[in-house]
């Protein structure tokens, strides 16, 4: 009767407790050896946790949420391959630069190097992918782990961070007090870094920014992900409307400003990149996006003003000024800058003109292919009826998921976006098969929008099985495939490159002529779509926009619409 009543912890549990006391409420992942009880401690503290197949989706999912939410998506793997599957997630979330924490189990610690269950070096493995990592050796040391991991995550450069808890660290236990002491020390210590926002300039520099503005004769507003990270969207409205200044989004900048708006440069991107003599560069890296600011593509008397939070991308890109700080201060500065000495172009500016008259030229062209009814479809047909499904829901948008060569490329310059933080695609690296994560992350994080994808059929291949995922959570995702039977199409080889004995095997670049994808939901109890003619379509996407359920529309595609390598056929 005399035995002590304190309450005992275990690891898993205060692993938990950490993440909950830093304001992690969600969570995705796949469970197992040894991180199963982990999962299960932190949905009892209000952390959701988002089951998947594979890691590798799992990971891409949280690496987009937090993007989408400004917060560190976190993923949950078990251990060895489990560690190595998540490394995909990891790597997408540091070169786009978005908060994301990786906790895995690892093996336990006197038995590493013995060729024990499932044994890697993981601290080794994500060094690569990881702007920081740490290996917690004993229950203690969890709450400063995980407490630096977080901030980290989302500090200066956002990006990818890694966890490893050995399988004995998590069975170690300790006293609730000392579990709430440690807790607690670790807030002191690391609580408010998360949040703390960058800005290195002087006033000099924005007096000088505000300057080379006022005085351009063709000047540019560039602005990217990152601005839309940094929440920038009224401070740009600001400058645009304050200056008249004509901007160019970047694929997932778009949104930030309506694609409508008046002096939206992205249906005259070549005339305006091609032509701009000062260019503010704002959460946008100068990189194969943005052809690295080099001629021919810019000219080279092109004076860039750069604004990014990381002091190194500035040194190396070396841009005429360089900003460092969050675009949404930086913006804000000299928003500042110029109210008090203001200039606006106007309409009748010649720069101002020159775009305006291109747009509406290009944008005409568009037009009129697309009011081309094309049966079989090519492209641009359903991709026209989608854009209008999409614009008849209004407020708030969906948020919008593209993946593919020619899917995604087509969908770029068709698909509009009004509103903030609603396309998510390939990104900085190109990646394919992020698809299903992200459509899931985006459900998750904004679960009063609809999420709308539009893959190609290879990018929905990578993580097709999610879509059990969608049905078990019951998310607001239409899925819609093109599906033109392969990579790029079908068999697109030239007669000199079928031979060899294996010539009769299907090409490197085929799938499945027709291949039943709608079936697959079908088989977890979701909606499945089969269409081929614009009337199918429109039916389609009426009836699973307005249910919201889980449901995968299958287009077929003719195999030999589009190109090879969408449009990096120089690459390939």
Excluded at 95 to 110: L, R, T
Excluded at 197 to 208: A, H, P, R
Excluded at 344 to 373: F, P, R, T, Y
Aim: charged letters at 20%.
């Amino acid at each position: 009767m005399g035995e002590s009543t304190t309450t005992a912890l275990d690891g898993n549990q205060l692993i938990a407790k950490a993440l909950a006391r830093f304001g992690v409420d969600r969570m995705f992942g796949v469970v197992g050896i040894p991180v199963t009880s982990l999962a299960n401690r932190a949905v009892s503290l209000g952390v959701r946790f988002i089951a998947f197949h594979n890691e590798q989706s799992a990971g891409y999912a949280a690496s987009a949420y937090g993007y989408l939410t400004g917060r560190p998506g976190v993923l949950l793997t078990v251990s060895g391959p489990g560690c190595v599957h998540g490394l995909a997630g990891l790597s997408n979330a540091m070169a786009n630069a978005w908060p994301m924490v990786m906790i895995s189990g690892s093996c336990d610690q006197k038995d590493f190097g013995r060729g024990d269950f499932q044994e890697l070096d993981q601290i080794a493995a994500v060094e690569p992918f990881s702007k920081f990592s740490a290996k917690a050796k004993s229950i203690k040391e969890i709450p400063d782990c995980v407490f630096q991991a977080l901030a980290e995550a989302g500090s200066g450069r956002p990006g990818g961070c890694y966890l490893d808890f050995p399988s004995d660290v998590l069975h170690q236990t300790i006293s609730e007090a000392e579990a709430e002491s440690l807790l607690a020390t670790a807030a002191e210590k690391f609580g408010d870094s998360e949040s703390e926002k960058v800005l290195k300039v002087q006033n000099s520099q924005i007096d000088e920014a505000v300057s080379l503005l006022r005085h351009a004769e063709r000047p540019l507003i560039v602005f990217g992900k990152g601005a839309a990270f940094a929440r920038a969207e009224n401070e740009l409205g600001t400058l645009v409307e304050r200056t008249g200044i004509p901007f160019l989004p970047t694929p997932m900048g778009k949104g930030l400003l309506p694609d409508t708006h008046e002096l939206a440069a992205t249906a005259a991107r070549s005339l305006a990149i091609g032509k701009c003599d000062v260019a503010l560069v704002g959460g946008a890296r100068l990189n194969w996006l943005l052809h690295f600011g080099e001629p021919p593509k810019w000219s080279k008397d092109v004076k860039f003003i750069l604004v990014d939070v990381s002091k190194e991308e500035i040194e190396l890109r070396k841009p005429h000024l360089g900003l460092v700080g969050d675009a949404k201060l930086v913006l804000e500065k000299i928003n500042l800058g110029i109210k008090d000495d203001p200039f606006c172009l106007g309409k009748s500016h010649s720069w101002v003109a020159a775009i305006s008259s291109k747009v509406k030229d290009n944008v005409l062209k568009m037009e009129a292919q697309l009011a081309k009814e094309v049966v079989p479809f090519n492209f641009l047909t359903p991709m026209k009826i989608i854009r209008d499904a999409i614009a008849g829901l209004g407020s708030p948008a969906p948020i919008l998921v593209s993946e593919g060569a020619n899917t995604m490329d087509v969908g770029r310059s068709v698909l509009v976006q009004t509103e903030p933080r609603t396309r998510l695609d390939a990104g900085t690296w190109g990646t394919m098969g992020v698809g299903l994560g992200y459509c899931i992350a985006a459900a998750v994080a904004s679960p009063d929008r609809l999420v709308v994808a539009v893959e190609g059929d290879s990018g929905f291949g990578f993580s097709a099985m999610e879509v059990e995922t969608l049905v078990r959570y019951q998310l607001p995702v239409v899925v819609i495939v093109f599906n033109n039977g392969g990579v790029y199409g079908g068999d697109r080889r030239s007669p000199d490159e079928i031979s060899g004995p294996y010539k009769d095997d299907p090409a490197p670049t085929s799938f499945v002529p027709k291949a039943g994808y709608h079936t697959l939901i079908e088989a977890f109890g979701g909606k499945g779509y089969l269409v081929g003619t614009p009337e199918e379509l429109k039916s389609a996407l009426s009836e699973s926009f307005s249910t919201r359920k889980p449901a995968v529309i299958n287009v077929i595609i003719d195999p030999y619409a589009g190109a090879e390598s969408g449009r990096l056929q120089h690459k390939n």
